[in-house]
């Protein structure tokens, strides 16, 4: 029978089904007793019987992965339908019946206790009750095949017409599906903990590199005392209070990492901001509550009660951490008022806030825990005169504060500069970051210009009378000395951009702006989960990992400071009914003409085009959900950035101006199902965005005139399939992304023609078949992106000739083999071919990329074999192989990489030892071997590697026997965290945040 190597093997062998039909009999009667324990008594230890479960079965199956046995049972369905179509007789066929009605029964009952076990374990947030959920989708395989294919006959009379090979790849397609969301939960349930992969390098960090090495100065002492305190019996609220700039939030983060890598159990962390519902919903999701829209305070208030009600009953414990608590009125309208009566035992709640009134009203909602329930309020001191020293002087010399005792003469360099300015810091992190970065131009630091600022600080102080007000002032005199773009960009980023994605701000205020704002520490990035933004900042979005965005964010003492510098003429509301007051003052000294930027978001009343007429001062405008009532007629001649947006679809979506008049506009974002194909855009664009548009078929010309536009983003324009023989004429395009766009199957030869472009993103272009030879010929490209495009199966052979590029990134795209001119891309960095399913092998020419940093293999679960020539990669520093789940074997020459620093082999379940040579990987930090099911022993070289800091062996069942005692002395002495059973894990995350536990349908 010819079967298809696309899909899952169909041949099975006898003590394989004998296997399969022995997991399901015997996990139902534990199924069984289990459902028991949970429905009938107080079983308090769910999460031990589910790790029990969990190794249990894996052991049944020979260590085989979940997913492995998934696929066998995919596969024997496979085998049996296709296998139908040429049955001889019709006593075959109804023993093969009899044989799958057996196998549905048992699979029947097991899938309905493991439903009914979820429902008792929804208060549950230990993660264990994933290896059930596991256990779920290897069941459930023949089932949600039969839901698939119906006609099929294994479950009775097919139709001559039923496209069985078809309905078994989308049954396979799925479960694959399934198998790359589910490799992060799985690895975060079998250690009940996710911690921080450790940066890969050549990651570029937006942060100041100081801060790495900066942000626990002085907190060391303070961390101790508070994690003490939360370890008492009984319910613990800890206050950490004072005033802006001490460093509460960095001390809170502290905590909770300390503490979460002590009990291995994770917060409920939230970030206090005006979207109170938000939040609350984030703090149900993290508190085991489920993912549910709040559509009231009150609501959200309920569902939290709840939820904590249920963790009460269950023995659970709470542990929840809030940051900038800043306004009393938040506390009543936030948390439950009942909150000490369901707070379970042994739970804590850490707050930050300004004041002690605030965690004074946050201590009587509490106080019901009695007399089990310890109040720490703890007002965070200043830094101590010799830790403020080291701060200074670490931001002034651009050097971290741990290297400075050992460089000569460090301390005495800027000894005289620290001892002027640190009295006026007044103890302050913040305020220290800050003047010590502005001095770290050697520009600044001449005596003659130290001294006046020094003398002016001074003066601004003694005219105000509030140490808050002091502290603005002297911190006003630094920013009085950036530039003219530089303060334009530190006031837009205050007053519309914070939150925003690093991308989208650094495209807007200048990359050599926010450059400078970074270096003298006045903002910073922050990496969080996408579904923490709120208002458009969600709108704004790259996607490249889309569970995490990279945003700007700026210090509340600095927020101040750009507000009041601002002095009313940038405005900003959002979520209003009316519009705000500043709109309707046009006198003197408050004339509309002085606006210089507006964003309205989600506001009813509508903006009046007279009043837009008069804002001839403005450079920002953003109108989101907003209506205009009239029309511009006079051009907004300062306005420079421009955003339009509508969350639906509107009857309206015509421009209220007409753009092309705008002589220095230069960025436009319009967010819409529909835009006015009529528009004209001004000349001189330089940066243009359209999200969602959908009644665009293909590039308008009002596009294709833009012949100085440098940057083109067409985002989810899912009835674009042409770009047109046009294209060719933007050519000072530097970057063009074309995302998510469904309808283009092909790019035009003309994407040839553009000898300026540098980046071309064209993910998530799922039915985009083939790249144009053309493509050879932008040997300016430095980064190409082609994840998800799932219909791509080749790349040209001229994709050799790109000698610039940088980064290549093929990720769950259809890609079966690369081309041997894959060697000729000598500048490669770096190449992802994660979830490239159906890729068997790599080509020997792969070796001749000489100066690639980061190969990702991950998830190429038909990958057979690794080419000797690999070991040709002497630069490589992180290869990934974790779910390689048909890799043997690696080659010996894989041991020649002497500067990897990252090795993944996470899921490798065929692999079995590791030879003595991992001992040359002298500066390997980081080893993970998670799941790898048959690896059997350690080598005990590993213990040699000098830097090693994270071995990570959760799930190697087969590791019966100790450690070897090298290893174990390299954990004690090194300090190297090797991670087992119940220890914490590093992994990356999952492929999708919006991830389903129990998404398959049957």
Known sequence: ??????????????????????????????????????????FKDLGAVFETLHWDILKETGYMSWFGLAFTLAGYLSSYCQGEEVARSAAAAAAAGDKWLSLKAQTDFIADQLDELKLCLQVDNDIFKLAAGTLLYCCTVIRHAKSKNRGCLCFGPRSAGSPVKEQIESSIGELKSLQDNLTFATLAAVGNRVSQPISPPGTTVRK??????????????????????????????????????????????????KVEKIEKRLFAYIEVSEDLRKLQSSLLEQLGGGKKEITSVAQGRSALLYQLQKLKQNNKVARIAIDNLYDVRLVGELFPHSLGKVLPANSCVIITCPSLAILSRVDQLCRPAMPNYHYLPYKLPCLAPQQAKALFISHAASEPVNTLYSINGMFSKYGDLANHFLPLCEGLPMAIKVVGSYF?????????????????????????????????????????KLGPAQKEAFLNIAAFLRGWDWRTVERIVGKPQLDTLVDQALVSANLKDADSTSGIAQYTQ????????????????????ACRRAQGNRVCSEDQTHLPERLKMDGPGMELSNIQGLSLISCKEALQGMMLEKMQGARVLILH???VKGYCNKPLSQLQFFYWGRSKVAPDVRIPFQMERLRKLEM???????????????????????????????LHDCILQLIGLLELHLNGCNRLHDLTHEFGKLKQLRCFRLENCLSIRQLHKSIGQLPSLREMDLSGCTNITALPAEIGNIVTLQKLNLTLCKCLLHLPAEIGSLQNLTHLYLGQSGIRMLPEEIGKLCALEELSLSGCERLEKLPKQIGMLSGLLRLNLSSCTDLKELPPEIGNLGSLQKLSLNSCTSLSRLPNEIFELLELQSLDLDYMKLLAHLPAEIGNFHKLHRLSLNCCTRLNRLPPEIGSLPVLQVLNLVGCTGLKQELPAEIQKLAKDNNVYVHREDDSITVEGPKNSSFKLYSMTY
């Not at 835009?675 to 001004?682: A, E, H, N, S």
């Open 208 to 257: 100041s590199g100081l801060e790495l090495y900066t942000i626990t100065v002085g907190l060391e002492q303070h961390v101790s005392t508070i994690v003490e305190f939360v370890n008492k019996n009984g319910v613990c609220l800890v206050g950490i209070h004072g005033q802006a700039g001490l460093g509460k939030t960095t001390l809170l983060n502290e905590i909770v990492a």
């Open 625 to 627: 959900d907003t209506g």
């Open 542 to 561: 790259y996607s490249e990992r889309p569970w995490k965005s990279e945003m700007v964010m700026m210090h509340e003492l600095l927020y101040a400071i």
């Open 668 to 698: 436009v974002i319009l967010r819409a199902a529909e835009i006015d194909l009529t528009i004209k855009f001004p000349p001189q664009l330089k940066d243009l965005t359209l999200i969602g548009c959908n009644n665009m078929d293909e």
């Open 1 to 42: 029978m010819e079967t298809d190597p696309e899909y899952v093997s169909v041949s099975i062998t006898p003590d394989e089904l004998q296997q399969i039909e022995h997991v399901l009999r015997t996990s139902g009667a534990r199924l069984k007793e289990l459902y028991k324990k949970v429905s009938e008594s107080a």
């Open 440 to 480: 770290s131009n050697p520009a600044n630091r001449n005596e003659e210009n130290w001294t006046a600022i020094g003398k002016r600080m001074k003066q601004v102080a003694e005219e105000m009378d509030t140490s808050e007000d002091q502290m603005f002032a002297k911190l006003l005199v630094i920013y009085e």
